[in-house]
């Protein structure tokens, strides 16, 4: 792992891909959190006013699997599925356009 000693070296702007690529080879120091400050409102991303909360049933299984290939890409295991959902309807969204 590559060590992080400032808030600077980090790169703006990436993708969610991008973001885990890049926490998967790189790692903050103590340095880097003495460094830190609360991001200013202008920072700070949109909300996300047109989620909507669903319930959905998932096996213990697959949950558990989930969760772990989440915690090795440094995301919640929430957020890697939404990930997969619209990487998924994208490619059954370009079959059908074809």
Do not use: C
């Not at 909360?53 to 957020?79: C, F, M, N, P, S």
């Amino acid at each position: 792992m590559k060590p992080i000693h400032s808030p600077n070296e980090v790169p703006k702007r990436m993708t969610d891909e991008e973001s885990a690529e890049y926490w998967e080879t790189n790692e903050i120091t103590e340095n880097f959190l003495a460094q830190a400050h609360p991001l200013e409102k202008s920072e700070m991303p949109p909300t996300r006013t047109n989620a909507r909360t669903i319930t959905i049933r998932l096996d213990v299984d697959t949950i558990t699997r989930l969760q772990e290939l989440a915690r090795q890409k440094h995301k919640g295991y929430q957020t890697l599925l939404k990930q997969f959902v619209v990487e998924r309807l994208y490619e059954e969204e370009k079959k059908l356009s074809q």
